[in-house]
């Protein structure tokens, strides 16, 4: 066993570059991933869900952002959703046309920039959006399963779009793909709730041979928790479904209610950090908290102190704060819905001084690492 523990706790010190799960991998994929071990030893790019296309108060204005409104630079993680794609709409769940999506991610691209989807994709069983968690959605839809041909035709959807995204060099834009994620919560038809750990291994093996099968290599495959139901190391490994499986482990956390809850945050947040950690320096893969925040940022300094703390030392490759809707009269109650900040927020003045870091990295500091070389 000591033999065993020196092993690990070696590798654990000086974590080499991987390569990604893909042997296919375009030679633009490859370079990112190994670009990206050697980039968060400099520190953590931060990541926006949304973030050319909208902001609080404004949508579609061209080289906008509310990052850059506050910084004068853009953040160096772009997120994306594909949700409706499997129904062929010209609009992803939260409005924003395909077509304009292409165009940014080929913006982000070209400048350097790390461009990462989820897929909030329908249930295929009963028809209705990816929270209706119907009882046997995933047994539903791996082969064998009545919806199985069904689900293969949405996927067949979705590769043709991701088949699109090409930068101006003509190259597949190397993607950070993260389906069926917070699958350890009871809110999405893929969560434990209603999925066996064998069961969603073999979603998750499908889903990866599928896209390969289709000519897509050029996703780089990350595996994403929520914090629901993770206390442990264990708890985070249940489902997963392999080495070869994957090429980032995540998770996603949020800050909810007033400020009392901001240790508990900060708590969660430092437990989960120190088991993705470890996890991927045992296991050779990068780790990320693929989305967090906390809705309007009341706090004047929740970036410099909350964020800041939560992450501590551990090396991850990125954070991404969820989108900029501003204000949203469908929640109940209505209110403003926001994870960044913009100018007029009260956090704003604090963020310049995280933006400021050494160790947070934007886009003019990713550009000048040429992550695709």
């Not at 780089?220 to 708890?235: G, K, P």
């Not at 969660?268 to 893969?285: G, M, P, Q």
């Amino acid at each position: 066993m000591l033999a065993v523990s020196l092993t690990i706790s070696c590798k654990s010190v000086s974590q080499t570059a991987g390569t990604p799960i893909d042997k296919k991998a375009t030679k633009e994929t490859v370079a990112l991933y190994k670009n990206l071990f050697r980039l968060k030893e400099k520190g953590y790019m931060f990541g926006h869900q949304d973030a050319l296309a909208y902001g609080v108060e404004w949508k579609y204005e061209e080289g906008r952002s509310d990052i850059k409104d506050v910084t004068g630079d853009y953040p160096a993680v772009y997120g994306w959703d594909l949700g409706r794609i499997e129904n062929k709409s010209d609009k992803d769940l939260d409005g924003v046309p395909f077509d304009k999506m292409r165009e940014f991610i080929k913006q982000v691209y070209d400048r350097g920039g790390v461009n990462t989807f989820s897929w909030h994709v329908n249930n295929p069983l009963s028809g209705k959006d990816a929270w209706d968690n119907t009882e046997g959605t995933v047994a539903s839809v791996l082969p064998g399963g009545s919806q199985h041909e069904k689900f293969k035709g949405w996927m067949d959807n979705a590769a043709e779009f991701l088949l699109t995204l090409k930068g101006s060099d003509g190259k597949p834009v190397p993607i950070l793909f993260r389906p069926y994620h917070e699958f350890t919560g009871n809110w999405f038809w893929w969560c434990k709730n209603t999925t066996s750990a064998d069961q969603f291994k073999g979603l998750w093996k499908f889903t990866v041979q599928y896209f390969e099968s289709k000519g897509l290599h050029n996703l780089i495959y990350v595996y994403n928790t929520s914090d629901a139901n993770v206390q442990t190391e264990a708890d985070f490994m249940e489902y997963y479904p392999g080495d070869e499986w994957v090429d980032v482990v995540s998770f996603d956390i949020y800050q909810g209610g007033d400020g009392e809850k901001q240790d508990k945050f900060v708590a969660d947040t430092k437990r989960l950090v120190t088991i993705i950690d470890k996890v991927a320096k045992e296991h050779n893969k990068l780790s990320a908290i693929a989305e967090t925040g906390y809705e309007a940022i009341p706090y004047s300094k929740w970036w410099t102190e909350t964020l800041t703390n939560a992450i501590g030392d551990k090396k991850i490759s990125y954070v991404l704060l969820w989108r900029n809707h501003g204000w949203n009269e469908h929640m109940n109650p209505p209110r403003m819905h926001y994870y960044a900040p913009y100018p007029k927020n009260v956090s704003a003045d604090n963020f310049k001084l995280y933006y400021k870091k050494s160790n947070t990295l934007f886009q003019k500091d990713v550009t000048k690492f040429k992550l695709y070389k």
